[in-house]
């Protein structure tokens, strides 16, 4: 009783005094956002989940009155979903995984060793996030369409007479190689995330390996490296992310024949023609429903993923922050 009392009270003394004015204008501002960055998730479930009949029928708008599964299932076939989404798992884990070995042992590099050049050498690694991929396409292109590997082909070239180069056109080798050397999709930022977080470690740690003998690879991979457990988890989190989400690379290195969720997407609206009896131009609203569809389908592993990790990422983040 005591209880309802006071919170009566209090309501009655913030209304009096207008202090109930700021907890209702921020709830009133989050509740517009809320909405501005639900808007498209809420017009592709019900675009999605619509009957063709209610399609035509102006009074249906958010609701439907009849639903249908065809969408889901002309987008699942045609983007051939469970090998695009195959493939871009496949990508996403290995480049994570291979961006979390390569710039973990980088940054740790910049943020403990002294060597020759070293500003100059993490000013390259910052201009690395500003430069954007369509300036370098071409070179890297031609690079993974004739991979030379230290001038190896080259040479093997010029021995037996005949032109040797490797093609990584095509291939998911083509991620995997920039990832592993941490010159992969934004490891600039992986590698300053690594640098900050080593930084703000306790030297004592590796000194204490150095005496028991340890080298600086040992007491990387001991002694440094298990205790970096926020920042492995927020590197591979947006490398997974940022990979698993690529289209422009995934386009030009692995060509139409082996397609990532997202070129699948893409190229939704060309494909539909097959399933759905050439009927493209005829029947946009038909077609729009499969796309809104297909996008649903395409973010849906990005939820789950959020779901179940954005309690880690949060408090990884929150405690990079803090080092």
Known sequence: MNKMQHMKESFLYRFKTGKWIGPIARYAILILLAYQLLYPVLYMISASIKAPIDSYDPSVIWIPKHYSATGFTDAFKTMKYLDALLRSLLIGLGCALLDVASCALAGYGFARFKFPLKNVFFVCVILTLIVPTQTIILPYYMNMRYFDPLGIMTLISKVTGSETMINLIGNNLAFFIPSALGSGIRSGLYIYIFKQFFEGMSAALEESAYV????????????MLPNAKNAIITVFLFSFVWHFNDYYLSKQ?????????????????MDLAAVIGGQTEFDPIRVQTRIQAGCLLVILPMFLLYIVTQRKLADSIEHIGIK
Request: without cysteine; aromatic residues 4%.
């Open 212 to 223: 028991d003998g340890s080298g600086p690879l040992r007491t990387f991979t001991h002694i």
């Open 253 to 269: 290195l692995l060509g139409t024949s082996k397609r990532t969720l997202i070129v699948a997407l893409s190229s939704l609206r």
